[in-house]
């Protein structure tokens, strides 16, 4: 009888175990974890500068500007690239660059640039490739392409003689006078919130423009040009330089803001420029639908006894 006893509880105990067992709930599975792959994204950024090592200034038909690829390069000039590269929480490893499907430089740390002496090259046209890659456990890569001309010579129609006033004007500025905007924009309607305001490649020049506050002194050629306000709706801009309220240089048709750049020089010698004397450059926005902004002006001091030619 004991052991009977014996068995019949041990039963029950466990019968209790594997109710207890039976009525506890699932754990949750484990999230799975899920891995973040990071793909380089690359932007190719070049300029040109001559063989004097001054940027090539083109004329175009919406002003001055910079190089871009729609323009051709003279041969001799330098092409330099700038490879900006994006990866994310990646590092970067490595940039290779190609010129025509050839290895140009493989590049592993900053200043991440590469420049080509276009001396060198034939006529025509040339590709530039950029291939970057992630020093990730899995690597990533992605490649940017850019394209460009170089002529022997560059036509005429590209070469900036830089911004000439007519000489019969009176060289004193009024700095309370209504500036007139060029011609083409007369007719435009107003848009206040085509807000500009202008800015130069030169340092010193830059901070006087970007705090408006001073006359800025044009001793050696200085290349400026406008861009956007913050919530800006403008796209373009238009400028005129006035003397005694009358403009004596002026665009003819809409400039590409960050793009097109206006080339300030005083005249010597030889060569175009604007007459020594105080005037007052100003510059319009220009939104997608043609509307102008407020004029911004800027006082400027042409000339000295600095004055040099470009």
Same mark, same amino acid.
């Given at each position: 009888m004991v052991t009977s006893r014996?068995?019949?509880?041990?039963? +029950?105990? $466990?019968? /209790? $175990?594997?109710? #207890?067992?039976?009525? =506890?709930?699932?754990?949750? =599975?484990a999230a799975a974890k899920t891995k973040v792959v990071y793909i380089p994204a690359i932007t190719l950024m070049a300029n040109v500068t001559r063989p004097d090592g001054q940027p090539r200034v083109y004329s175009t038909s919406a002003g001055p500007a910079y190089w871009n690829e729609t323009l051709p390069v003279q041969r001799g000039d330098k092409l330099t690239i700038n490879v900006a590269v994006a990866t994310g929480g990646a590092d970067l490893k490595r940039v290779v660059v190609r010129l025509d499907n050839a290895k140009l430089t493989e590049i592993s740390s900053s200043p991440w640039t590469t420049a080509i002496d276009t001396a060198k090259l034939t006529s025509g046209a040339h #590709?530039?490739? =950029?291939? /970057?890659? +992630? /020093? /990730?456990?899995?690597?990533?890569?992605? +490649?940017?392409? #850019?394209?460009? +001309?170089?002529?022997?010579? #560059?036509?005429?129609?590209?070469?900036?003689?830089? =911004?000439?006033?007519?000489?019969d004007q009176v060289p004193v500025d009024t700095a309370n006078f209504v500036p007139t905007p060029p011609a083409f924009l007369v007719a435009a309607g107003s848009d206040p919130s085509a807000t500009v305001r202008l800015r130069s490649s030169d340092p010193a020049a830059d901070r006087l423009l970007i705090s408006h506050d001073g006359v800025l002194s044009i001793t050696r050629p200085v290349l400026v040009w406008a861009e956007g306000q913050p919530n800006s709706t403008a796209v373009q801009f238009a400028y005129a330089i006035f003397r005694d309220g009358v403009p004596v240089v002026s665009s003819t048709a809409p400039g590409q803001l960050q793009n097109q750049r206006l080339k300030l020089e005083a005249k010597s010698s030889g060569r175009p420029g604007l007459r020594q004397g105080p005037a007052t450059l100003v510059v319009w926005g220009i939104d997608g639908a043609g509307k102008v902004g407020e004029p911004v002006r800027q006082q400027i001091q042409i000339g000295g006894a600095e004055a040099q030619a470009n």
């Open positions: 014996m068995s019949y509880r041990s039963l +029950t105990a $466990i019968s /209790a $175990i594997a109710i #207890l067992m039976s009525a =506890a709930p699932p754990r949750p =599975a #590709l530039i490739e =950029a291939w /970057a890659e +992630t /020093a /990730a456990d899995k690597p990533q890569s992605a +490649t940017k392409s #850019l394209s460009f +001309t170089v002529l022997d010579e #560059l036509p005429a129609a590209y070469r900036l003689a830089g =911004a000439q006033e007519q000489m």
